[in-house]
């Protein structure tokens, strides 16, 4: 049983910053890679942003050049930076992992104001 503890969503106008963390309960090492989805209402849960096992990073077109993926291997915990936000980045946040079955953390509410 793996649990990720979520943190850093939030109220932000557009053009703003957030960072959402994920910890999981165990090493960041134990699985293929961290990845953050999210959820607009009304609309499918998409792919975000991955980050591999050996730091390999991938992003959904919409959010290049303004989402970064990393990992704090000292603090076991992943990131999320999410830099010049727009309203469609509104929705919830859930961080994501595959270890022998999908973990997701609770979620955590993005909001961008126009």
């Known amino acids: 049983q793996v649990q990720l503890l979520e943190s850093g969503g939030g109220l932000v106008q557009a053009g703003g910053s957030l960072r959402l963390s994920c910890a999981p309960s165990?090493?960041?090492?134990?699985?293929?890679?961290m990845d953050w989805y999210r959820q607009a209402p009304g609309k499918q849960r998409e792919l975000v942003a991955t980050?591999?096992?050996?730091?390999?990073?991938n992003y959904v077109d919409s959010v290049k050049g303004r989402f970064t993926i990393s990992r704090d291997i000292a603090k076991n915990t992943v990131y999320l930076q999410m830099n010049s936000l727009k309203p469609d980045d509104t929705a919830v946040y859930y961080c994501?992992?595959?270890?022998?079955?999908?973990?997701w953390g609770q979620g955590t509410q993005v909001t961008v104001s126009s």
């Open positions: 994501h992992i595959w270890f022998s079955r999908d973990y």
């Open positions: 165990q090493s960041i090492f134990s699985f293929a890679h």
């Open positions: 980050i591999t096992n050996s730091g390999t990073t």
